[in-house]
T-cell receptor, first 111, second 113 residues
Framework: KQEVTQIPAALSVPEGENLVLNCSFTDSAIYNLQWFRQDPGKGLTSLLLIQSSQREQTSGRLNASLDKSSGRSTLYIAASQPGDSATYLCAVLTNAGKSTFGDGTTLTVKP | GAGVSQSPSNKVTEKGKDVELRCDPISGHTALYWYRQRLGQGLEFLIYFQGNSAPDKSGLPSDRFSAERTGESVSTLTIQRTQQEDSAVYLC???????????FGSGTRLTVV
């Protein structure tokens, strides 16, 4: 059974800092890994999708990497802004056809 | 449509009543998923539809929960005899066939009083 862990559960940083969020998974036989953002009381917004054959994806100030062999992914956020404050979730898709989600990292960026 | 649409956005119901939650996936998306998220907690898988295959119901918490999907379009999640512990946000997502990512709707916030 796939298990997904996100550490830390919460993170607070001053504006402008670069930061890394971590996601680890137990079964390396994955199809893809997806990072989402969730604002309070809202649904999930997809940020980046990494296919199993890829090592990283970039979008603006965001960069996600994937190391299947070690069961890890990182989400790097450059030059953080208060608007980046949200909960970030990673989800891993396996051949069972459905994704397993981590519990998320709640990020607070202080002005 | 342009995105995944869920209705209603909010639902308040009395304990013991039945509720129906609706999800309209993105046109052409063969896979549809329902998840539950209790306040301050992570996503809990409920059920997964893929095309005309039998749905994966392994996440449904009790026989009070059921879901249907008409072909590759609308899905309805029904909760019978609602209990206070059913209070949560119910999220629907869809994806194309293959290893593609999910697109989520905005969710239905269910409150059982």
């Amino acid at each position: 059974k796939q298990e997904v862990t996100q550490i830390p559960a919460a993170l607070s940083v001053p504006e402008g800092e670069n930061l890394v969020l971590n996601c680890s998974f137990t079964d390396s036989a994955i199809y893809n890994l997806q990072w989402f953002r969730q604002d309070p009381g809202k649904g999930l917004t997809s940020l980046l999708l990494i296919q199993s054959s890829q090592r990283e994806q970039t979008s603006g100030r965001l960069n996600a990497s994937l190391d299947k062999s070690s069961g890890r992914s990182t989400l790097y956020i450059a030059a953080s802004q208060p608007g980046d404050s949200a909960t970030y979730l990673c989800a891993v898709l396996t051949n069972a056809g459905k994704s397993t989600f981590g519990d998320g990292t709640t990020l607070t960026v202080k002005p | 449509g342009a995105g995944v649409s869920q209705s209603p956005s909010n639902k308040v119901t009395e304990k013991g009543k039945d509720v129906e939650l609706r999800c309209d996936p993105i046109s052409g998306h063969t896979a549809l998923y329902w998840y539950r998220q209790r306040l301050g907690q992570g996503l809990e898988f409920l059920i997964y539809f893929q095309g005309n295959s039998a749905p994966d119901k392994s996440g449904l918490p009790s026989d009070r929960f059921s879901a249907e999907r008409t072909g590759e379009s609308v899905s309805t999640l029904t909760i019978q005899r609602t209990q206070q512990e059913d209070s949560a946000v119910y999220l629907c997502a869809s994806s194309p066939s293959g290893p593609y990512g999910y697109t989520f709707g905005s969710g239905t916030r269910l409150t059982v009083v």
